[in-house]
């Protein structure tokens, strides 16, 4: 399996706080995403980075901000969740954006 | 702008049966396709990936998927249905590669005895 950890894998927070979600890789890779999966919509690109300090706005970036300032960690902030934000988030990497990607195991986030 | 199609939320096969799950996709390019699969609890796995070079492409565990522009689709299919093959199964598209993949909403595959 790759070398992705995702953390908090499980976590439960109130309407209005500030959440950031960490994925860190092993793999040296230099793309990484940011997906939410909710029922019936599937994966959705929220942001994803081809770089250190490098990144790029996904299909649902609104509400998400993230950073990336080495290689190996890619934050997901956001800034004050709303329960809509109640979802499964899932970190991917990739070598090359010709290279396929690999998934991490996922963190479930309820927003009360 | 890309987007997919998957006929079909839940499918239900035999053990031992054809496994047909669609995709249709939308793009303005010759597109790279591919199919992924989601075990329960798990994050995705890539089962294959179509990127010009054969238009059937076989992946992992007995999977296979062919490339059909004149119909816009990018079916997979499996000969026998196994028990383990139960699980959620994705099709996306990229007009790149695989960055800024577009997912489907999903297939779930139910096996039964």
């Known amino acids: 399996d790759a070398g992705i950890t995702q953390s908090p894998r499980h976590k439960v927070t109130e309407t209005g706080t500030p959440v950031t979600l960490r994925c860190h890789q092993t793999e040296n890779h230099r793309y990484m995403y940011w997906y939410r999966q909710d029922p019936g919509h599937g994966l959705r690109l929220i942001h994803y980075?081809?770089?250190?300090?490098?990144?790029d706005k996904g299909e649902v970036s609104d509400g998400y901000s993230v950073s990336r300032s080495k290689t190996e960690d890619f934050l997901l902030t956001l800034e004050s969740a709303t329960s809509s934000q109640t979802s499964v988030y899932f970190c991917?990497?990739?070598?090359?954006?010709?290279?396929?990607?690999?998934f991490g195991p996922g963190t479930r986030l309820t927003v009360l | 702008a890309q987007s997919v199609t998957q006929l079909g939320s839940h499918v239900s096969v035999s053990e031992g049966a054809l496994v047909l799950l669609r995709c249709n996709y939308s793009s303005s390019v010759p597109p790279y396709l591919f199919w992924y699969v989601q075990y329960p609890n798990q994050g995705l796995q890539l089962l294959l990936k179509y990127t010009s070079a054969a238009t059937l492409v076989k992946g992992i565990n007995g999977f296979e998927a062919e490339f059909k522009k004149s119909e816009t689709s990018f079916h997979l299919t499996k000969p026998s249905a196994h028990m383990s093959d139960a699980a959620e199964y994705f099709c996306?598209?990229?007009?790149?590669?695989?960055?800024?993949?577009?997912f489907g909403k999903g297939t779930k595959l139910t096996v039964n005895p």
């Open positions: 991917a990497i990739s070598e090359s954006s010709k290279s396929e990607q690999f």
């Open positions: 980075s081809y770089g250190v300090k490098d990144t």
């Open positions: 996306a598209v990229s007009k790149t590669g695989s960055e800024k993949l577009v």
